[in-house]
């Protein structure tokens, strides 16, 4: 290989990981194969390979902490732990936090029919227990509408990170959040979805809501 530098290429799977390599040297390029969960032997799959292939390498057998990381060009991974844990269920109990009146957004979907005239379609699971109202509402600013003016008139106009201005229709009920979060924390929720309209530009009430969970 042209780098004098490791580059990784690492696949973990729920049972295996693989770990792809081009070394220095004249071997170029090393495999190593690993179960994903190993607790016995190491800590984490993707990072035990990394070690074995440069401890071979470099002749030295390297603790897991003192890795010459200055010797490592890139390392990119993918994986499907995450797939499968949707598949299979086993992920963190989660609730989703979305603005009011949309709490059913996810269940209705698109209004897609693969089937169109089964008598029994079975609904995939929703991967959430519960679902928290958030008291919020942004409007966009239309072509031609004067922020200066809606401003005079009392009301709050805001810059989203996309240049977009929107007027605040809606300030969520921060008393209210708290105690309906609190109250999916007492049922061991352990994750949240948050999905706020125009959030996607104007991200004070997401981080709103991250300070109060």
Request: net charge negative; aromatic share 6%.
């Given at each position: 290989?042209?780098?004098?530098?490791?580059?990784?290429?690492?696949?973990?799977?729920?049972?295996?990981?693989?770990?792809?390599a081009e070394v220095p040297g004249e071997s170029g390029v090393m495999v190593v194969k690993l179960l994903s969960e190993?607790?016995?032997?190491?800590?984490?799959?993707?990072?035990?390979?990394?070690?074995?292939?440069?401890?071979?390498?470099?002749g030295r057998d390297f603790a897991d902490i003192e890795l010459p990381t200055e010797k490592i060009e890139w390392i990119r991974m993918g994986t499907t732990v995450a797939t499968?844990?949707?598949?299979?269920?086993q992920g963190a109990r989660?609730?989703?936090?979305?603005?009011?009146?949309?709490?059913?957004i996810l269940q209705i979907g698109n209004?897609?029919?693969?089937?169109?005239?089964d008598l029994e379609i079975k609904k995939p699971e929703l991967l959430y227990e519960e679902v928290v109202e958030v008291g919020e509402r942004l409007r966009l600013l239309q072509k031609g509408e004067d922020p200066q003016s809606l401003r005079a008139a009392g009301k709050r106009v805001v810059s989203g990170v996309t240049g977009e201005l929107f007027v605040v229709l809606k300030e969520p009920d921060v008393e209210r959040l708290r105690a309906e979060l609190k109250h999916l924390k007492d049922r061991e929720i352990e994750s949240l979805a948050v999905a706020l309209m125009h959030g996607y530009a104007w991200r004070d009430q997401e981080r709103l809501l991250g300070k109060l969970a």
């Amino acid at each position: 290989m042209s780098s004098n530098k490791f580059r990784f290429a690492i696949d973990r799977g729920g049972t295996f990981t693989d770990v792809y390599a081009e070394v220095p040297g004249e071997s170029g390029v090393m495999v190593v194969k690993l179960l994903s969960e190993d607790p016995k032997n190491y800590p984490d799959a993707p990072r035990e390979g990394i070690r074995r292939i440069m401890s071979e390498v470099l002749g030295r057998d390297f603790a897991d902490i003192e890795l010459p990381t200055e010797k490592i060009e890139w390392i990119r991974m993918g994986t499907t732990v995450a797939t499968n844990a949707l598949l299979e269920r086993q992920g963190a109990r989660s609730a989703l936090l979305v603005t009011e009146g949309f709490r059913d957004i996810l269940q209705i979907g698109n209004q897609d029919r693969p089937r169109l005239f089964d008598l029994e379609i079975k609904k995939p699971e929703l991967l959430y227990e519960e679902v928290v109202e958030v008291g919020e509402r942004l409007r966009l600013l239309q072509k031609g509408e004067d922020p200066q003016s809606l401003r005079a008139a009392g009301k709050r106009v805001v810059s989203g990170v996309t240049g977009e201005l929107f007027v605040v229709l809606k300030e969520p009920d921060v008393e209210r959040l708290r105690a309906e979060l609190k109250h999916l924390k007492d049922r061991e929720i352990e994750s949240l979805a948050v999905a706020l309209m125009h959030g996607y530009a104007w991200r004070d009430q997401e981080r709103l809501l991250g300070k109060l969970a």
